[in-house]
């Protein structure tokens, strides 16, 4: 009894978390083309690429999984599920700046919503620690 409760109180939550997620993701997931961020990868501090681990743990591998495989806990009931960052294949393209603009804006039609929250700097951590392991992965 305990168990049914207990799994019936986590898929209310996931059900709200993903709820919060498509209103995120219809509020920042319009892809605009005269968007331009104001740096480029190899113009952020080395120290702030760093982190780009730690800001995946925190903002992305619920969803996308901790090896960014798309099989996250949050992700499993998604429709469509998370895409796999190692394999791809991604929607809007596989350049820096291609995955820089999805994390800023989201894509539609999806749970992922962008995160304008987290600095530029931030986004391009992500960028490039989400780059550097899919091809260290992709040479195993």
């Not at 919060?20 to 331009?36: D, I, P």
């Not at 730690?54 to 960014?68: K, V």
């Not at 469509?80 to 394999?87: H, R």
């Not at 350049?95 to 999805?102: G, H, K, P, T």
Request: hydrophobic share 35%; glycine share 10%; charged share 15%.
């Amino acid at each position: 009894m305990k168990t049914r409760y207990l799994a019936a109180a986590g898929s209310v939550v996931l059900w709200v978390v993903g709820l919060a997620l498509l209103q995120q993701r219809h509020r920042s997931s319009v892809h605009s083309q005269n968007f331009s961020p104001h740096l480029q990868l190899s113009q952020v501090d080395p120290s702030l690429l760093a982190k780009g681990p730690e800001i995946f743990d925190l903002h992305c591998a619920y969803c996308h999984g901790e090896h960014g495989q798309g099989d996250g806990v949050g992700g499993l009931n998604m429709s469509p599920p998370p895409t796999n960052l190692i394999l791809g294949p991604w929607k809007f393209g596989e350049s820096e700046r291609q995955l820089f603009e999805v994390l800023t804006h989201g894509v539609s039609g999806t749970a992922m919503g962008g995160f304008p929250q987290l600095s530029e700097e931030e986004r391009w951590a992500l960028v490039h620690f989400i780059q550097t392991s899919r091809n260290d992965q992709l040479k195993q």
